[in-house]
């Protein structure tokens, strides 16, 4: 498809932009074609394989860009673009550290910066999950000031509030929104941080045992924006991975 036929079917669309994050258990490539009648602009997947894994997959060339970091090759964090509307790079702040927490710079026909989220267990569990966050984010202070993007999987929740790491998930809401920066999710639904009613996992892909652990955060001036946030149901989407899909559409 020529950057031509990419317009016409983007001013087609009743959205502006859609993002779409899903942590998609591994072997990416197997799954990708149950997102791709979602046409979104752009995908954070955690645990997904590198590109070199992909080898002649046939959806290779409706990938704009393919941008992996990880250490295992089966697993990692890859963000891409299926067409010419948006253009990723990384941040040159990004600080191995924070090796799942990757700060990009989004241009195009929006500019902002996004940060993909994967939280890792760690050898030091006081940095586990939603500790690697809070530093990560303190770390990245100064690009929170633009318009931002914060999208994965965080394993985090303030149910977990009471476990003992270097800050919270409440902390981190509140460091957040000093910036105007708010979760999808709770500006659509209404719904205070520990009490949402749509879970974004299935703890060992088992119906009774829901979290709410899977985030996009966005500045203000963004969410203005936002026209339509979805979160995939346990029936269509239990079968590729134990968590869902989340969807965020803007419209300009």
């Known amino acids: 498809m020529n950057l031509d036929d990419n317009d016409k079917v983007y001013k087609k669309r009743s959205y502006y932009m859609k993002l779409i994050t899903w942590n998609a258990s591994m072997r990416f490539r197997d799954k990708i074609e149950n997102l791709l009648p979602s046409t979104a602009d752009l995908l954070v997947i955690p645990e997904c394989e590198a590109l070199k894994k992909w080898k002649a997959n046939k959806h290779l060339q409706e990938i704009n860009q393919f941008l992996w970091f990880g250490e295992n090759l089966n697993k990692g964090i890859g963000i891409l673009t299926f067409n010419d509307a948006f253009h990723i790079k990384l941040h040159p702040s990004y600080n ?122 966005a500045s203000d001036s963004i969410l203005k924006q936002m026209s339509k946030f979805e979160i995939g149901s346990y029936e269509d989407w239990i079968k590729y991975s134990d968590h869902m899909p989340i969807i965020m559409e803007l419209n300009k």
């Open 96 to 217: 191995k550290e924070f090796r799942y927490i990757i700060p990009l710079i989004v241009t195009g026909k929006q500019n902002f910066i996004l940060i993909a989220v994967w939280s890792q267990l760690s050898k030091s569990k006081f940095y586990s999950y939603i500790g690697q966050i809070y530093l990560a984010l303190k770390y990245y202070e100064a690009l929170l000031k633009e318009p931002c993007i914060i999208a994965g999987d965080w394993n985090s929740n303030k149910i977990f509030d009471n476990i003992k790491r270097v800050g919270n998930h409440s902390i981190v809401v509140d460091i957040l929104e000093k910036v105007s920066i708010r979760s999808a999710y709770h500006k659509s639904f209404n719904e205070e941080h520990g009490l949402e009613t749509w879970p974004t996992h299935y703890f060992r892909k088992e119906k009774a045992r829901p979290f709410h652990i899977d985030f996009i955060f």
